[in-house]
């Protein structure tokens, strides 16, 4: 089934054309051009979700993302420093080139997703943190608890612990405090930023690597492809009466497939996705730049033609490299 909007991934068919061009990294949303000592990634309208990419791209879903990390990268680059560098396109973004670290820096405030249904399932302890007795879903954590995941290639990323990263040397000791204490400072910052706004920040990740021997912040942050959100109105009373919370992320896709049998096992078929689903999860992610930024989400116009459309990606791109 194809898909009646125009979407990033689709128009570019054609791959850019950069000079110092050294490789293309296609990932599940973003294409990597590596240019030695810059990237340029370009962030389709792709979804995943269970490490697995769904068949049908979200309209818009790339430009809210790009414009998303860059509005929070700029927010907390007195806290940490980041790659980022310019995004002449609001789907693209350029800036330094780091060595990623082999870890995900996932910290939780609520017991949500994967954390409930770890808890769900009988277990007490994720990542090595243990877990108090008589939690339900959706409760807020007695204090934010940071649970990492190895950063896999290809396949499902695996919880692990703060003292299995040190012991097998994924990072040393001294670099995981460092990125514990700055996932611990991005995530009270992106609270603060949240309750501004009338929204909860549930749980997010955070991706750091090495730039000239110092610790940068990489990627994305606190967009809803690595963060969940709740609405902070009516979180309490919905809570009491078991309800369940009205969010913004991508939780809700997560659910929906679960709900249709498929959370990425081996024999299981990915579920159908309709014009009208597209259409609300593109909605969803329009609707939490807006709550986040305070600012109307103005859609990129892509041209038709392909050639024309990485022509004139390229043009703005080539002043920042």
Not at 25 to 37: F, M, N, P, Q, S
Request: aromatic share 10%.
């Amino acid at each position: 089934m194809s898909s009646n909007y125009p979407d990033s991934f689709d128009v570019l068919t054609i791959p850019l054309k950069l000079p110092g061009l050294l490789s293309v990294y296609h990932g599940k949303v973003r294409d990597v051009y590596d240019l030695g000592t810059k990237l340029v990634m370009v962030t389709s309208n792709r979804i995943s979700a269970f490490d697995v990419i769904l068949q049908r791209p979200i309209p818009g879903k790339g430009q809210v993302l790009n414009q998303l990390a860059s509005y929070f990268l700029t927010a907390t680059e007195d806290i940490v420093p980041n790659w980022l560098e310019a995004v002449p396109v609001p789907f693209v973004s350029i800036g330094k080139k780091c060595k990623p670290y082999a870890v995900e820096m996932v910290i939780r405030g609520y017991l949500v997703g994967h954390a409930w249904r770890q808890y769900a399932a009988g277990h007490r302890s994720l990542c090595g943190v243990p877990l108090p007795e008589g939690l339900k879903e959706n409760d807020q954590l007695p204090n934010p608890i940071i649970t990492p995941t190895t950063k896999a290639s290809e396949g499902h990323d695996q919880d692990i612990s703060r003292e299995e990263i040190i012991a097998q040397g994924i990072v040393s000791e001294e670099v995981y405090v460092q990125l514990e204490a700055y996932t611990q400072a991005l995530y009270q910052r992106g609270v603060q930023m949240a309750t501004k706004r009338g929204l909860i920040l549930v749980d997010t990740k955070y991706e750091f690597g090495d730039y000239n021997g110092k610790v940068m912040l990489m990627d994305e942050i606190h967009t809803p492809d690595s963060s969940r959100y709740f609405y902070a109105e009516g979180y309490e009373e919905r809570q009491a009466a078991g309800q369940e919370q009205k969010q913004l992320s991508k939780e809700f896709v997560r659910r929906w497939l679960i709900d249709n049998g498929f959370q990425g096992h081996e024999g299981q078929t990915v579920p159908i996705m309709t014009d009208e689903w597209l259409e609300e999860i593109s909605a969803r992610y329009k609707e939490l730049y807006e709550l986040v930024t305070g600012t109307k989400f103005i859609p990129y116009l892509y041209h038709q033609d392909p050639q024309w459309e990485a022509a004139r990606i390229e043009q703005a791109i080539l002043p920042y490299i």
